[in-house]
């Protein structure tokens, strides 16, 4: 009888019908347009700086400490949040942080103070988090065969999706303030979130079938959070494929942030920040011009690298990413003075910067399985706030030695030291984890 009863559910399982292709890249799209809807709430942040300390003379330094509260709640909170989408599904949790960020930028259009400015970031942080978390999340999941696309697709979403709407909360924030501006993007923004939200729901057990032969080497089991995280308790910490993909995020996250907040100094150093540079028909002055690729370029590395991962496998992606990263950023130091070569060097730094969002994914859930994917990769993103608390030091940096070139050779080498890394110490460590 027991037999049979095992039998019977095992065959429940195998013969659940698995999900059409139609089926997963509608999750799939669900999870980007939830991710492009929160895009704003980072990179859109810049346009109301100036506005909001126009009207209330708090210095931009003050008001910039709301963004650096959104930053550190949006990331150091994932690993919370994302037990909580692995546990309740993320229909529930992206459509109450729908809620979060409509009520984060309503507060922030009626902020009169620093201390309720700060709150609408720490609000809009915790959703955003959750949104971010709970998309990512379910990509890897429903895409077993195609995880570094499908990473990179929806971390796309958030890396490019603001280009959409940047003109129009522009042009709202010069016609009818930056408090309309905020009110009605933020309540459109979080309504949409809620309602796709609704759609999302993560795989049933055999509904998504793993690769019979996959391109990539995957694990054979789901580990827990606590599974993840044990080895870092220990002297041999340094062991740990969770150890080094968080030293190799935050070096690489670090050195392209560091690198990127230095490009409007170099261009006014050498004088080129606005004489004019023509690619491909279109002309603009030098600065502008690399600062404008930045969301294009930024946005196509994620699904870009993460295909090619899925093809070559992942330190290899790694190696030829971030040592084009590093190579670039020494390159930009030594040939800026050139317009041309210096926009065509900031993109080739925007380029190969951006696909950490989908590589470090993918290969977290390579090693440590589906079933808690949004869970462990929640805590391998903390690396980003990490990174975001060192990006100061770059300034200090530039302050103490009169010149951003120490910050450009530190960035380099740290992108550099990240490459020769994947194949020589993450590569080996992950093939004795999955062994």
């Known amino acids: 009888m027991e037999a049979r009863v095992t039998t019977g559910t095992s065959e429940a399982i195998s013969s659940r019908a698995t999900a059409s292709e139609a089926t997963r890249w509608g999750q799939l799209i669900f999870g980007i347009i939830c991710m492009v809807m929160i895009a704003n709430l980072q990179y859109g942040w810049t346009l109301f700086v100036n506005p909001i300390d126009q009207k209330y003379h708090w210095g931009r330094a003050a008001i910039q400490v709301a963004f650096t509260i959104f930053v550190l709640t949006e990331t150091w909170l994932v690993p919370i949040e994302g037990y909580l989408i692995d546990k309740f599904g993320p229909r529930i949790m992206i459509s109450g942080s729908g809620v979060l960020v409509a009520i984060a930028w309503v507060i922030n259009s009626l902020a009169d103070s620093l201390l309720l400015l700060y709150l609408g970031a720490a609000i809009g942080g915790i959703g955003a988090g959750v949104i971010y978390g709970g998309s990512v999340g379910n990509a ?39 408090e309309t501006a905020f009110l009605w993007f933020g309540l459109g923004q979080g309504i949409i979130v809620v309602l796709v ?71 006014r150093d050498f004088k080129i920040d606005v004489v004019p540079v023509a690619i491909l028909g279109l002309t603009l002055p030098a600065l502008q011009f690399a600062l404008s690729i930045d969301r294009v370029l930024n946005g196509l590395t994620r699904p870009f690298f993460g295909w090619v991962s899925d093809q070559i496998g992942r330190e290899n992606t790694m190696f030829i990413a971030f040592m084009l990263e590093g190579i670039g950023i020494y390159a930009l130091l030594h040939f800026a003075n050139d317009p041309l070569l210096f ?81 020589l110490v993450l590569r080996p460590m992950r093939q004795r984890a999955m062994a």
Not at 161 to 174: C, E, F, H, K, Y
Not at 206 to 219: D, K, L, N, S
Not at 225 to 245: D, G, H, N, Q, R
Not at 375 to 386: E, I, P, Q, S, V
């Open 140 to 178: 890897l999941k429903w895409f077993p065969d195609r995880r570094g696309l499908a990473a990179g697709l929806t971390a796309a979403g958030f890396g490019a999706g603001s280009a959409l709407t940047v003109i129009p909360i522009a042009n709202m924030i010069q016609s009818s303030g930056y």
């Open 197 to 267: 939200a609704l759609l999302l729901r993560a795989p049933q057990p055999g509904e998504v079938a793993a690769p019979a032969a996959p391109a990539v080497q995957q694990t054979r089991r789901d580990y827990t959070p606590s599974e993840v995280l044990a080895p870092l308790a220990t002297w041999e910490f340094y062991k740990s494929p969770f150890f080094i993909m968080y030293l190799m995020f935050v070096m690489v996250g670090t050195g392209g942030l560091m690198a990127t907040a230095q490009l409007a100094p170099i261009a």
């Open 343 to 423: 926009v065509i060097l900031s993109g080739v730094v925007f380029f190969a910067w951006g696909e950490i969002y989908s590589l470090f994914p993918a290969t977290c859930t390579d090693i440590y399985g589906r079933t808690f994917a949004t869970t462990n990769y929640g805590m391998l993103y903390t690396a980003k706030g990490t990174a975001s608390l060192l990006v100061p030091l770059g300034n200090v940096l530039t302050s103490w030695t009169g010149s951003w070139t120490a910050v450009f050779v530190i960035a380099a080498i740290l992108n550099i030291i990240a490459a020769v890394m994947a194949p």
